[in-house]
């Protein structure tokens, strides 16, 4: 199981702890931030995109969106999500589960959008579609072994506090 995978592989950073499991589904942004009791942008979706043969991930706050002019700057490419099954082929993860941990793939590359800067903590899935992982922006930069952070979404029109749902 992908999330089993996840705690393992998180483990090597003393983070194993910080996942959660929920009874519901966690697989969109809005969802988890139901399941986890945060607002919508703390959620840090992991989009997968086709670069080549192999796949970069950005991971980007829950209230932002990709800017193609950006991605095409910073790739020398248009961006072009993965199918499903090319998701599970090359992050071992399922669409609604696929995290920067625990790669299938070692050619697959890490982001991270500067839009997660805004928070003590953010939470990106852990593997599956109904779990995710507690980390601190530079957490989530060491465990993901991301190659740098980048400015590569659209701009916030509203820039929300850190804080829970109430």
Request: aromatic letters at 6%; one cysteine or more; hydrophobic letters at 40%.
């Amino acid at each position: 199981m992908s999330v089993e995978k996840v705690k393992e592989y998180l483990k090597s950073f003393g983070l194993d702890d910080r996942v959660e499991e929920f009874t519901q589904s966690s697989a969109t942004v809005e969802l988890a931030a139901q399941a986890a009791g945060v607002i919508p942008a703390m959620i840090a979706k992991t989009l997968s995109f086709k670069l080549g043969d192999s796949a970069v991930l950005i991971v980007t706050s829950g209230d932002t969106k990709i800017d193609n002019p950006k991605f095409k700057q910073i790739f020398g490419t248009k961006a072009k999500m993965l199918t499903p099954d090319e998701a599970i082929e090359l992050t071992g993860h399922a669409v609604g589960g696929v995290c920067p941990f625990a790669l299938a793939n070692d050619s697959v590359r890490t982001y991270l959008d500067v839009s997660l800067k805004r928070f003590d903590t953010v939470l990106p899935a852990a593997g599956s579609s109904s779990s995710c992982v507690r980390l601190s922006p530079d957490e989530l930069e060491l465990a993901s072994k991301a190659v740098m952070w980048a400015d590569i979404c659209k701009p916030i029109e509203e820039k929300p506090t850190d804080g829970e749902n109430k």
